[in-house]
């Protein structure tokens, strides 16, 4: 195997033995809750991995240890090679771009009180590696890219579809040039052709941006259209892994034999 092969057959990001306890008051006393326990699972670069499970089931903390906004109680991540503890905190400006997120209401993701144009501009000016004079380029050819007009930039969140303030939602995502997008319920409030047509886009920006993919979701019968690879979670449990068409036709666990069942791929 070449250096090239090994390159593309490392994992790029990764998690060792995860766990991870919320405190929630009860009567008299804090009581300790396992919200994820002994998680372990390696993305590649470039791959596109699903998540999925009930609510509850821990999926939505996953993403959240990835982004940075909670942090395991044990365990190891492990991103490129570097510990995330460790990127966390000599190096947070720089993983802000790598990982980007978006998630199940777009238009809760966007401030009302800006326009458009204001929100594509925050995070070229958090990136601090373009030109002023180069932002309105650069938002445009975005918009483009994700057949959206330059007409939207004047408008507020509110006076888009869903599907509009979705994209609009990864192209501000895109704008920092991330190699991992979270995408936590993208299409669940939307309707089935929209539905679609989102996933479609983030499958060839895929491609096209090299991104690695990682979705998190309650649908299993999206996971051919979305997803290489899935992990099931069962009530903060990874309790199952590996390519979607082996997983859909041959479920070793009980639990994802009722969810197929149980499922609209059926």
Partial sequence: MDSRDAQKNKAELSFHDVCINFNFPAFLRKKTKAVLHNINFSI?????????????AGKSTIGKIILGLYKPGAGKVIYQGLSLDSILTTKLSWY?????????????????????????TEPLILMKSAAKADYDEIIRIQLEKLGLKPVLLQRYPHQLSGGEAQRICIVRALLRN????????????????????????????????????????????????????????????????GPVAKILNYPKHVYTQKLIQSSRYN
């Fill in 44 to 56: 590649k670069a470039g791959e596109s991995f699903a998540f999925i499970g009930e609510s509850g």
């Fill in 178 to 241: 991330p190699k991992i997008l979270i995408c936590d319920e993208p299409t669940s409030g939307l309707d089935i052709s929209t539905e679609f047509e989102i996933i479609r886009l983030l499958k060839s920006l895929q491609v096209n941006n090299r991104l690695t993919l990682l979705f998190m979701t309650h649908n299993i019968y999206l996971l051919p259209h979305i997803a290489d690879n899935v992990g099931i979670m069962y009530k903060g449990e990874l309790i199952e892994t």
């Fill in 96 to 120: 802000r771009g790598q990982c980007q997120s978006i998630f199940q209401d777009p238009k809760a993701s966007l401030s009302p009180k800006m326009k458009i144009k204001e929100l594509l």
